[in-house]
């Protein structure tokens, strides 16, 4: 059964300082997503990482992921408030296909001031 | 391009009553997915359909039933309400078998069951 879990589940910060949030699963994937979430919306695809050393990068908002490890991370660069909500990483079966995706349980970031 | 449209997107259920929530999508995506989200659980998978024609069950599919109408609408049916059932249910859909294209979601669902 495939488990992924992110950490931090809860992360305050300041504006301006870094972060990086965890995301480890358990089973082999080549198939990780990030995804957005803001309070009382749906979920906003950020990124897609497929390949062992995949790094995206969308503004303030970076990703990787190291299939070795299982392990993706996201790392937030001189944060600003916008950023504030809750991210989820998601992974997909091996090889691609139907069966959905697992979700970690969410980090949800507050950024302040 | 409206992407994924669930219906309602509220509802207060007894418990005990039945409803059927909506999805559809207008993107010719072949699966189509019914999550429930829960605070600090994150998404859990009720039921897929990889295909028009074929449903299969996830993580939590009690207390569910779904029928895949059609290749743009995917319902998902509460047949006896319970408060556990109380929660935001998202549809997604993606294309078949595509490494590269995330899901899609909707709006959401939020469902309370008294």
């Known amino acids: 059964e495939l488990k992924v879990e992110q950490n931090p589940l809860f992360l305050s910060m300041q504006e301006g300082k870094n972060y990086t949030i965890y995301c480890n699963y358990s089973t082999t994937s080549d198939r990780l997503y990030w995804y957005r979430q803001d309070p009382g919306k749906s979920l906003e695809s950020l990124f897609v990482l497929l390949s062992n050393g995949a790094v995206k990068q969308e503004g303030r908002l970076m990703a990787s992921l190291d299939t070795k490890a299982r392990l993706s991370t996201l790392h937030i660069t001189a944060a600003v408030h916008d950023l504030s909500a809750t991210y989820f990483c998601?992974?997909?079966?091996?090889?691609?296909?139907?069966?959905?995706?697992?979700f970690g349980k969410g980090t949800h970031l507050i950024i302040q001031p | 391009n409206a992407g994924v449209t669930q219906t309602p997107k509220f509802q207060v259920l007894k418990t005990g009553q039945s409803m059927t929530l909506q999805c559809a999508q207008d993107?010719?995506?072949?699966?189509m997915y019914w999550y429930r989200q829960d605070p600090g659980m994150g998404l859990r998978l009720i039921y897929y359909?990889?295909?028009?024609?074929?449903?299969d069950k996830g993580e939590v599919p009690n207390g569910y039933n779904v029928s895949r109408l059609n290749k743009r609408e995917f319902s998902l049916r509460l047949e006896s309400a319970a408060p556990s059932q109380t929660s935001v249910y998202f549809c997604?859909?993606?294309?078949?078998?595509?490494?590269?294209?995330?899901?899609?979601f909707g709006q959401g669902t939020r469902l309370t069951v008294v």
């Open positions: 993107m010719n995506h072949n699966s």
């Open positions: 997604a859909s993606s294309p078949y078998l595509t490494r590269s294209t995330e899901a899609f």
């Open positions: 359909s990889a295909s028009e024609g074929t449903t």
């Open positions: 998601a992974v997909g079966p091996l090889g691609g296909g139907a069966d959905g995706l697992t």
